[in-house]
């Protein structure tokens, strides 16, 4: 099982960053796919969430309209659409698979928002 993100780096506030997670080794249509963040000294945080088909999301209220996911699944590939970047977003994203007691992580993306 793998999965790896990328589209991370330094952005000024205001900016916008697209990250990408790619899948392999598991049924990826098969799995919830979810978007966290871990900045340093702070707890893991759930930022968005996305149903295995696609239709169902949700976010974190502090990314509300500023941050869309979405799935490809005939690419195996989820995204996250990050929009009006704040400082307070800075962090290390990890993207996750879940279902059931299956659990798999990536190794994170950095996403730096400064000026």
């Known amino acids: 099982v793998q999965l790896v993100e990328s589209g991370g780096g330094l952005v000024q506030p205001g900016g916008s960053l697209r990250l990408s997670c790619a899948a392999s080794g598991f049924t990826f249509s098969g799995y919830g796919m979810n978007w966290y963040r871990q900045a340093p000294g702070k707890e893991r945080e759930l930022v968005a969430a996305i149903g295995s088909a696609g239709i169902s999301t949700n976010y974190a209220e502090s990314v509300k309209g500023r941050f869309t996911i979405s799935r490809v699944n005939a690419k195996n590939t989820v995204y996250l659409q990050m929009n009006s970047l704040k400082p307070e977003d800075t962090a290390v994203y990890l993207c996750?698979?879940?279902?059931?007691?299956?659990?798999?992580w990536g190794q994170g993306t950095q996403v730096t928002v400064s000026s």
């Open positions: 996750n698979a879940a279902r059931g007691f299956d659990n798999y």
